[in-house]
């Protein structure tokens, strides 16, 4: 199977998961508003599937099976699977080294040494060998990847006290990808951006216990951001600061209580703030039910206050073009933007695209010539008349970044000064690019890119000069592999992104910044999508000049007549 069709499954994989929480109830007619992020709950109910212990008599193939089967089951760090191993293997055995997500557990091979064992007396061995089709992985930092292909691990398994054990195992777990899901679950820790002013979520998949508020805060605290997310991100918490404990309590009160070393001792009264928000957002985000974190050294608080973050506006609902009017649409009231209605309005040629500036002074257009101009007080500015350019996209600091379709490498960011920069490092490999949007922290650039042939999307770490310019792409992180176009690239939220995908039946594809994506048939002609804070703000324009939105597990039509959807900076 394709690895396309392995992401687009993600529908029956993730979705019911996902998107179950996800915006429900949303009216049939007026702009939907946003609800629920995507895999939020207000109440996030922990079903866990559970496994069972090792049945008396079981042979060593079926003890291994048994044992790869109780990965569904991390309560009590993996007690279940202990069950299975020699008292000597369990003790040593390192399950959280990371996890092989693969296709079934029905499709997993288990050959024996030793296939009748009816003759078998303790002391006596038998090595065991699994196959299975791996389609992803964790590693020991909770990172998720693609990772396509047959794998094999080796057992050994001693007969002891009557029942076989296993005493020799590889470290981490295998578990399938239909409850990979409900085992584990993405949570965002949260890094400053170079201004130390947004916060840039890494997502990391941790098993779903009672203890994730511990395991967030050791992540945190201890170690780094994601290599490709590094070069443009940076953590409060200095090194040589650690926890003092192997736990995180949260009080009647919902205070975390973080025991820190003593190196936390004598940091200034900045750096302690910086830390304490950094920490009480990731917990948030991660929808830990606490409302301060508190730091204490052998027992005495430290005070710790809190900083004042940029903030993402409110979405401000539907951007369109309709009818002689621009602007944002609520219910059936189109409220225009100063200083860029008026502009959009008065343009000679028709309009392919829009991104407004996230505080709404400018945006970014591209005309029916193809080129991207600058609306502003004195009307259009050209800001680049290559040929070939796909949509441009503004960042947080007014840059509107603009490359032709045939030449990933002449990436440009350009300034209201209309002087292009030229971005280093942009996709060195790649022989052509179809999308790209810049995330709303600045921080990150998502795009799709022709490699080797092969189409992708990727995501990498934006490099910025101290005036906010930038100047490099770190290296590209490929999220998933695309089998064919896509029409439109979005940002739900911070951690998720949203393609409309050109495949034989128009696919809305929701993608994790470091997790699986989750596909659905998008609305009849479907031509273009735009972003919002989150995954349940994504509308869809059809080709008869209708709005979709998502309405539960449907799409409902929020207005007609709109000529073009337009977008938000970072969205």
């Known amino acids: 199977m394709t690895r396309t069709r392995r992401a687009l499954r993600g529908i029956a994989v993730v979705t019911a998961a996902l998107l179950l929480t996800a915006c429900t109830g949303l009216p049939t007619t007026g702009d939907p508003q946003p609800g629920l992020a995507l895999g939020a709950s207000p109440e996030d109910p922990d079903f866990l599937p559970v496994a069972s212990d090792p049945i008396d008599g079981a042979g060593p193939a079926a003890i291994v099976e048994g044992f790869m089967e109780a990965a569904i089951t991390p309560a009590d760090n993996w007690d279940t699977a202990r069950k299975f191993l020699t008292p000597e293997l369990a003790a040593s055995w390192r399950p959280n080294t990371g996890v092989s997500i693969d296709v079934s557990a029905v499709t997993r091979s288990f050959t024996s040494s030793v296939e009748d064992d009816s003759e078998a007396s303790d002391g006596d061995t038998a090595d ?234 400018n945006a970014a257009v591209q005309l029916a010539d193809g080129h991207v101009y600058l609306t502003g007080d004195d009307g259009f500015n050209e800001l680049d008349g290559r040929a070939s350019l796909i949509r441009p996209s503004m960042d947080p600091y007014g840059f509107t970044w603009s490359v032709p379709s045939n030449a990933p490498q002449a990436l440009q960011a350009i300034g209201s000064d209309v002087a292009p920069l030229g971005i280093a490092g942009a996709w060195p490999d790649a022989s052509a690019i179809s999308a790209l949007r810049v995330s709303a922290d600045g921080a990150r650039v998502a795009a799709v890119v022709v490699v080797g042939g092969e189409r992708w999307v990727v995501v990498s770490s934006v490099i910025r000069d101290d005036a906010g310019a930038p100047t490099e792409l770190g290296p590209a992180e490929p999220l998933t592999q695309l089998e064919g176009g896509v029409s439109g690239l979005v940002w739900l939220g911070g951690d998720r992104l949203g393609l409309l995908l050109d495949l034989s039946d128009r696919m809305v594809l929701t993608q994790i910044v470091g997790g699986p994506g989750a596909s659905e048939v998008a609305p009849t002609g479907a031509v273009s999508i735009a972003g919002s804070r989150s995954a349940s703000g994504l509308r869809v324009l059809g080709a008869e000049g209708a709005v979709f939105a998502r309405s539960g597990s449907a799409w409902s039509e929020s207005t007609d007549g709109v000529s073009v959807l337009a977008t938000r900076a970072g969205h």
């Open 128 to 361: 065991v060998r699994v196959r299975f089709d791996q389609v992803a992985s964790v590693d020991a930092t909770g990172a998720y990847s693609e990772a396509f292909g047959a794998s094999n691990s080796a057992f050994v398994v001693v007969r002891t006290d009557g029942q076989w054990r296993i005493t020799e195992a590889p470290d981490g777990v295998v578990i399938d990808e239909s409850r990979f899901a409900r085992v584990y679950d993405d949570y965002a820790l949260q890094y400053y951006d170079q201004t130390w002013e947004r916060l840039v979520p890494d997502v990391r998949w941790f098993p779903r216990r009672a203890t994730v508020a511990t395991t967030i805060a050791q992540s945190l605290i201890g170690g780094a951001p994601s290599p490709w997310l590094d070069p443009a991100v940076q953590s409060a918490f200095p090194q040589g600061v650690q926890l003092a404990r192997d736990a995180v309590p949260i009080d009647a009160d919902q205070v975390a209580d973080v025991a820190l070393n003593r190196a936390a001792l004598g940091l200034d009264p900045k750096t302690l703030a910086r830390m304490r928000t950094q920490l009480q957002e990731t917990l948030a985000a991660a929808g830990v039910q606490v409302d301060q974190v508190r730091f204490s050294v052998d027992g005495r608080t430290l005070d710790a206050g809190v900083v004042k973050l940029v903030e993402d506006p409110a979405d401000p609902g539907s951007l369109v073009l309709k009818g002689g009017e621009f602007g944002s649409l609520v219910g059936s009231e189109i409220t225009p933007i100063p200083g860029v209605t008026e502009d959009i309005l008065a343009a000679t040629q028709s309009i392919t695209a829009i991104d407004v500036a996230i505080d709404g002074s």
